[in-house]
């Protein structure tokens, strides 16, 4: 056991030095994780602002101005006023505005009629902020047609949406996407950088000197994880700290439960690093590998970007298949639900299924031998 | 009981990739190392030489036979062999991030090395590379040489049963490789170490207590060295050139010549080896030379059993035969090369790394049709001259002409008179043999007719014919080194610079290689060439010698000899003198 | 004349090379298209915002035919679908915080009675907020689908119609959007990850000496390595082009030579940031970690996900360095609305821009390091 640990600080300590030598792994640490999650913060947000929008008011009567009053003032709406419907179309085509809302002729003679109409042109080139539009001036006009409604002494009656959401009290996109930065950071340098290190021995014929020592191959694959190990979690605890403080997210599980899926997660992550290293002994193809089986589908699939639970069958069952799904699944519950025990529970499982898979694949397959 | 490696049947194939058969790379080998001895493993290259290493070391599986290792059977317990062995591979995996010191701990740490004895150890061993100055430097940032001598302390941290050196020597310069087996011989002296070792040189096999030749993966004998040796006697002479005949000249003509084996220049006179009586010979015969018989040596008789062995027929194509076409029966007197004009101009060179002075003050010239060779131990500045003279690294000051032009300045078309081989093998790995020499055709301006023509003429010339289609990875040493040249020469340039061409390439190639020098240098073409080995001097029409970026001297091996005062040396004691003179020198002042 | 064709024989040469060097290994073949084609279908299921399938709980506290007939035209709706109807709130949190539901739904006591009182009835939407998009989404949804049982119960039309009409996408179907997008994006990432690899590769490997003292000159070996990187760009490009066309269906409105155009000198650029991470690289895991620290913060800033608009003036600025996010625009536009040449061209700009600063600069630095 002397020997075992021995070996072990000593290869750590050699795999440890050859990291901090290379300045970019503090740009892998630090600054991707704070590049990150601040840009997140700042930047990325799915809801609406500011809309560029035409409103043109071919009817000049005071209701027809206050039925399209509530695109001013709105933080959803920026509108512009034009003249003429034709003049609203070339700006629609020509990006300048992003929807037009027109108010036709006869729109206050026929609301008094009960069947105005208002028109509504949205360039659907970006869908998401054409959804949201619609949804805000539906909400508008509807809330309009009640007031004025109300006004006329007539009630609306009818049913009215109280909304509430829940988990995310000051709703802003950011905490949404927290989970997913930490999801990042772990990946790339649990899958990445252990499997170029690793592909970078086979590569340079560095391990055939290293085999033939008293070396045993668990202590060679735990050496090259450790550093790795802690350069991720560094980073992931700088985007925990910012988010808190930031951003203040919640948190509502205990720390130390956080911190033992992700390490759970980061150890899926640096095994199935050293599975695509052991795979292909090179460094070219183990980048390659990397990027298209974990670093793209762990963004598109896993449910950072888009939300599985509004996606066909067939995505939510391909992304089962993938642990980033489980882990990011356990870390949003962590985060900002109160963390249901069964949910956790079962994400925490399945993550451990991976593990010990691809940790048994890493150790099968790395063998002290360089048959080729 | 005593022995130490127990090889029986021993039998390693590789399989083939798709569509091509099976390689196999050792048949049948029976041999044993006695424990306490050194033994040596010497063969060209493709013979099977590192594969047996590595099945010893347990890093590949055999394919039939047995092997056991101090009693323990390799391939059921490889983790218990391992304990017991180190082993220096060929290409010794340093990490280039970590200082010579930090590698050495690593090794010492993986071994187990006590603490006490830890220090003393390293001292010795840092003492003996000579790398006592630069424990604190990257071991990315050493010189070739200087890296494989790191490579052999990093193996030597600690004294194992048994000790595998897989080529140690390559790349490292005279001096260390005497300093180097000294150590081994004292190791095996005081600690009763077992030493199995692989080698290019024939003196190192020399030093041996049992030598195994093999070829094409089967044993072709085993005994003492003495016995190697003496299976040349009666069939060795050595000749002197006259004046003005360049050694290797007569040495390409004889090669040719039938029934000569080998032909090599060695302390100012031609050595030769053959079946028939001297005086037969047509090269002599036409310069009216007179053959005196010689002492063998190892060298003599490993050539004759691999001539002997090839001649049975189951052998490579026979090269020698047809390598030296330009030879002619009769020997044309080249004029003087000191007549033609300088190609090459060097005046007051400098190049420094921050502090450190790489080359200092260096001043040379180089004719038209002359070998040049640059000499010095490692990390003595000659592969930073050999870049600045590419045009790959700017000097610091200094005068630099390569053809009327400074490469680094000048427009790229002036890049298309020089080729340039490379220490490390640098061609593409992936791509095969004919793409290879496509692109670097194509990059020096050849196509369409003109480019098939000459891809067909080098390939030709350097027996690649065959092997177009394999990638270059696949390819052993030997070819990889051919392939090289060819590429280098594709565009048939007026200049051709060679650093370290002939580093772990066997006997039989290395003849192979000078012949085409000498075809070369005949046909007007320019050499500049650095070697380790110092017997390759006597090739060159002149030579210098650098140590620490300065040079010591410069001239032909005869005049240099002169200078010395020893006629008739070896090239490796003539450098050796020059180099401790130096360095006695600059530690006196 | 004959410099200038001696100069593109060695781009041609250099290019062919780099070409065959690229495809050499059969797994990194498999490497260039299965992957691109399994995203490329994944990520036309997978971009999805729009509500699909929407698991909800309801809670009836009225059980009256009124609060039955609302939650029936709530079930009737294609993008939702009642996953249980426990008794009390505390149940139905559990769902949601399993996300086995992610809304809510409760019809209150009163709710009848309220109706036909001509009161307005308050019909409560809890909505899972972890994904705030979504949960927004969501709301609105339900409260159309609220307005229109309200207006067909009291039988009277609703007082003002919104006709709304969505040009070039006229479902607001997202994946018309991603699509298209992502044509640029895996172009973007894989030429990026081959030209930052090309020149460290060879360096790590030995070979850029033998290929400096050629006498190809800086321009040409910039060139010839450009050229594969683009090259298999564009042919990703096309694959991910032909699923979005023939399997999802996704009309293209545009001009083909205009996309293809616009996606070379995205690719042009990108091979610029990709050549001068090459240059400054020691190896190839420096090369992978100065790609994913500048290629994460360019995707996120492209505009792919999230619309640029939204995003402090100070990052929009920033953008502007980000030729991804034009490329994203400039194919959005010419795919979906059928921009013409003339009406992207201020899209080209910055990526021109990008190309012209980095290309130089990767040749200044690659003979700087060597």
Redesign the interface.
Known sequence: MG?FS??L???T??ET??LL??N??L??GV??PL??IL??G??????????PTAVVLEDHAPTARD?VSFVRGSDYFAPVYVNSFQEAEAM?R??EVDAILAVPPDFSRR?LA???????????????????A??????G??A??AE??ARRGA???????????????A???T??YVPGILM?VLT?SGV??TA??MA??WE?????????????VLELILAKTIPYFVIALLGMLLCLVVGRYLYELPMRAPLAAILGVSMLYLVTALSIGLVISAL?K????A???S???SF??A???SGF???L????L??RV??RLLPTTYYL?AL??LL???G?P??VAQDTAALMAFTLLFLALAFAMTR????? | MADVIAARSLTKVFPGKKGQPDTCALSGVTLAARAGEMTALIGPDGAGKTTFMRLVCGLMDRTAGELSVCGLDVFRTPQDVQDLLSYMPQKFGLYEDLTVAENLTLYADLHGVPAAVREERFTRLLHMTGLAAFTGRLAGNLSGGMKQKLGLACTLVRSPRLLLLDEPTVGVDPLSRRELWEILTQLVREEHLSVLVSTAYMEEAARCDRVYVLHCGQLLMGGTPEALRTAAAGLCYEVQAPPHLPLRLLQSALLTAPGVLDAVPAGGVVRFLTRRAPEELAPLRALGLQARPAEPRLEDGFMKLLKEAEAEGAAPPAEVETAAQGAAETLPLPPPASAAPALIEVEDLVKKFGAFTAVAHTSFSVHRGEVFGLLGPNGAGKTTTFRMLCGLLPATSGKLRVAGVDLRTARTQARANIGYVAQKFSLYANLTVYENLRFFGGAYGLYGRQLRERIAAVAEEFHLTDRMDEAAERLPGGYKQRLSMAAALIHAPGILFLDEPTSGIDPLARRTFWQEITRLAAGGTTIVITTHFMEEAEYCDRFMIQDHGKMLVLGSPAEIRARLGREGAPMDEVFIAIVEQARREKEGT | MSQFALFCRHVAFLAQKEMRSLVKDPRMRVQLVVPVLIMGFLFGYAANYNIEDIPYVAIDASHTAASTDFLAHVEGAPAFHCVAAPGNIDAAKDLLDTGEALAILTVPETFERQLAAGETAPVQVIADGRNPALAGMIERYIARIAADWSAAQSGRTPAITLETRTWYNPNQLSRWTFLPSFLAMIAFVQVMMLAGMSIAREREQGTFDQLLVTPLSKTAILIGKAIPPVAVGLFQAMCVFLIARFWFGVPFAGNFATLMLTLFLFMVSTTGVGLSISSISRNMQQVLVYLLVLMIPMVLLSGLVTPVRNMPAALQVATYADPLRFAIDAVRRIYLEGATLGEIAPDFLPMLGVAAVTMPLSGWLFRRRS
């Open positions: 020997g021995r070996r600080a000593a290869l300590k050699k030095k050859e030598r290379d970019s792994s740009l892998m600054v991707l590049v990150l840009i997140i700042c930047g990325m947000s799915l809801d609406v602002k500011d809309v039925a629609l020509a990006h609301l009960g069947d105005a109409h208002l028109q509504l042109i949205l360039n659907g080139v970006e869908s998401t902020s054409a959804m949201s619609q949804g805000y001036v539906e909400a006009v509807r309009f047609a004025f409604a009630s609306a009656g009818g049913v009215s949406i109280v909304s509430r959401i829940w988990f995310n009290d709703n802003t996109s905490w949404f990042l790339i990445f950088l170029v290190v970078r021995e340079r014929g560095t391990f055939e000197s290293l085999f033939v020592t008293p070396m045993r292909t090179s460094q070219y193809l980048c390659h590998i990027l298209m089986v793209l589908p963004v598109i699939l970007l888009f939300d639970h509004a996606e066909p067939a995505i391909v992304s699944d949003k519950s900002l639900a109160g249901s069964i949910v002290k031998k360089v048959d080729a």
